[in-house]
């Protein structure tokens, strides 16, 4: 079983920053594979970024590339999402989710891949 809990979410003016970070407490394995999703008022939950076990390995979705950047540190089993250059139409829940195993390229964007979940934190981007 594994625990995901977010932090970080708050209010930011159009351009500004925020970094998201996901806490995990496992057991065994240490493996998975992480990501974030969001989701605003409305709309179905879509995937923003992904990062392998290992991090050598990221994903993001085509509205946040250039703008969001996903690391891990495995140490401390945390796991960052830096979001720079928002824009109001980033307001969302934002989630963390995570599968483990083997990062699996055709398959990181979906929902439906991972096993566990975290609450969600809110990013409101004001114009």
């Known amino acids: 079983q594994v625990q995901l809990v977010e932090s970080g979410g708050g209010l930011v003016q159009a351009g500004g920053s925020l970094r998201l970070s996901c806490a995990a407490s496992?057991?065994?394995?240490?493996?998975?594979?992480m990501g974030w999703f969001r989701q605003a008022p409305g709309k179905e939950r879509e995937f923003a970024a992904a990062?392998?076990?290992?991090?050598?390995?990221?994903n993001y979705a085509d509205s946040v590339k250039g703008r969001y950047t996903i690391s891990r540190d495995n140490a401390k089993k945390l796991v960052y999402l830096q979001m720079n250059s928002l824009k109001p139409e980033d307001t969302a829940v934002y989630y963390c989710?995570?599968?483990?195993?083997?990062?699996?390229?055709?398959?990181?964007?979906?929902?439906?891949?991972?096993?566990?979940w975290g609450q969600g934190t809110q990013v409101t981007v004001s114009a």
């Open positions: 990062i392998s076990w290992s991090g050598s390995i990221t």
């Open positions: 989710a995570a599968r483990p195993g083997a990062y699996t390229s055709a398959r990181v964007q979906s929902t439906t891949w991972y096993n566990y």
């Open positions: 496992a057991r065994t394995p240490d493996i998975y594979v």
